[in-house]
Nanobody
Framework: QVQLVESGGGSVQAGGSLRLSCAASVYAYRPNCMGWFRQAPGKEREGVAGIHTLAGTTYYADSVKARFTISRDNAKNSVYLQMTSLKPEDAAMYYC????????????????WGQGTQVTVSS
């Protein structure tokens, strides 16, 4: 079982930065993949960034490459998403998620979810 709690959302002007944090409570062994997803009103949820918790390999949606950085601190069972050069289209509810699947790159099969943290970007 994994419980996830996000923090760090807020409002920012376009071009600004935010850092999201996700703290995981793990009752067995650490998930292989942790990721960040987002969902804007009227749109489907999409994978934004993922990381293999052991190897540290990272994966990004094309829309956020070079602007967002995912990182992890295994000692703290935490994952972070540093978001820079934010655009109005980045505004969404951001969710932290985890899976024990070994493949992180496809943003599929994440079955543990946090409650979400809102990111608002004004133009």
């Amino acid at each position: 079982q994994v419980q996830l709690v996000e923090s760090g959302g807020g409002s920012v002007q376009a071009g600004g930065s935010l850092r999201l944090s996700c703290a995981a409570s793990v009752y067995a062994y650490r998930p292989n993949c942790m990721g960040w997803f987002r969902q804007a009103p009227g749109k489907e949820r999409e994978g934004v960034a993922g990381i293999h918790t052991l190897a540290g390999t990272t994966y990004y949606a094309d829309s956020v490459k070079a602007r967002f950085t995912i990182s992890r601190d295994n000692a703290k069972n935490s994952v972070y998403l540093q978001m820079t050069s934010l655009k109005p289209e980045d505004a969404a509810m951001y969710y932290c998620a985890a899976t024990y699947r070994s493949t992180c790159s496809d943003f599929v099969g994440y079955n543990y979810w946090g409650q979400g943290t809102q990111v608002t970007v004004s133009s």
